[in-house]
Nanobody, 124 residues
């Protein structure tokens, strides 16, 4: 059974930084393209960033490009999201997800496993 556990979310001031982590267990982590999504109250879950199995390829939502960085460490089965220059509109629950597709994907419907989420609140 594949399990994903996010951590690192908290209250932070606008302009600050956070690093989210997502530890994966129960499956072949290095074979999963990984993604981060977020969901604000009353809104649909939206794509934030994704990374290929090797970590060589990444994609970002336009709203976070240049501020967020996704990375992974296959030796410790963990994917990260470094978030800099945070804005109030970044406030949301952040979810990591694993896909069984062989390539990097950005649609939430192509992700098979999800974590429970971690809350990021940015105060202005």
């Amino acid at each position: 059974q594949v399990q994903l556990e996010e951590s690192g979310g908290r209250l932070v001031q606008a302009g600050g930084s956070l690093r989210l982590s997502c530890a994966v267990s129960g499956g072949p982590f290095s074979r999963y393209p990984m993604g981060w999504f977020r969901q604000a109250p009353g809104k649909e879950r939206e794509f934030v960033a994704a990374i290929s199995r090797s970590g060589e390829s990444t994609k970002y939502a336009d709203s976070v490009k240049g501020r967020f960085t996704i990375s992974r460490d296959n030796a410790v089965n963990t994917v990260y999201l470094q978030m800099n220059s945070l804005k109030s509109e970044d406030t949301a629950a952040y979810y990591c997800a694993a896909s069984t597709m062989p390539w990097l994907v950005i649609s939430r419907y192509q992700y098979d496993y999800w974590g429970q989420g971690t809350q990021v609140t940015v105060s202005s």
